[in-house]
């Protein structure tokens, strides 16, 4: 089965300030997506960025991106000119092309945005 | 937003009581599941359904089952509710595309004593 790691617990950034979340995967598939969720305090779970496993270019969403690292098996997002809004739980999540029906959740990430 | 309702939004029951979550959408999406998420945990999946009637379980689905007669709404059933079972649930739909995200509601928090 596969898994999906979050080792950071929680982590803290500076407002305008940048940081990057961590998350590593298990899988023996060669075709596969992730995905980055963000979760306020509002408890919405909210799409932040998508990653295709057959692309090589890194995804960006305006301030969020991506360094997809393949062979490392690794998919951490960046956040960049960081807000207050962006304080949040983020999830990693997977979806492999076998299992393409299921979507397996990392353990989050809380973000804290201080002042 | 994706139409995706949950209802309850809250709900406290009794140890042993049954209790049914229902999703309800408005997109005509063949995937629906779903997940409670708990602290240290994530979201993890309970079940799931690909159409009317197919439904499969997920990683956490004992104690559980599941219901869907029709697109548009899917249900989650605790038979027998347990102190265990205090958590968060979401449910969450997303279209046939492989690479399409799921959508999710606004979660149910549902607290047995």
């Known amino acids: 089965a596969q898994t999906v790691t979050q080792s950071q617990p929680e982590m803290s950034v500076q407002e305008a300030e940048t940081v990057t979340l961590s998350c590593t995967y298990d899988?023996?598939?060669?075709?596969?997506?992730l995905f980055w969720y963000k979760q306020p305090p509002s408890r919405q779970m909210i799409l932040v960025i998508r990653?295709?496993?057959?692309?090589?270019q890194n995804a960006t969403e305006n301030r969020f991106s991506v360094n997809f690292q393949k062979a490392a098996k690794s998919f951490s997002l960046k956040i960049s000119d960081s807000q207050l809004g962006d304080a949040a739980m983020y999830f990693c999540?997977?979806?492999?092309?076998?299992?393409?029906?299921?979507?397996?959740f990392g353990t989050g990430t809380r973000l804290a945005v201080r002042p | 937003d994706a139409g995706i309702t949950q209802s309850p939004r809250h709900k406290v029951t009794e140890t042993g009581t049954p209790v049914t979550l229902r999703c309800h959408q408005t997109e005509n999406h063949r995937y629906m599941y779903w997940y409670r998420q708990d602290p240290g945990h994530g979201l993890r999946l309970i079940h799931y359904?690909?159409?009317?009637?197919?439904?499969d379980k997920g990683e956490v689905s004992d104690g559980y089952s599941v219901s869907r007669s029709k697109t548009e709404d899917f249900l989650l059933t605790l038979e027998s509710a347990t102190s265990s079972q205090t958590s968060v649930y979401f449910c969450a739909i997303r279209d046939r595309a492989l690479n399409s995200p799921l959508h999710f509601g606004n979660g149910t928090r549902l607290t047995v004593t």
């Open positions: 999540a997977y979806r492999g092309e076998s299992s393409g029906d299921k979507l397996t």
């Open positions: 990653q295709e496993a057959y692309k090589q």
């Open positions: 899988t023996s598939e060669s075709d596969y997506y």
């Open positions: 359904s690909y159409g009317v009637k197919d439904t």
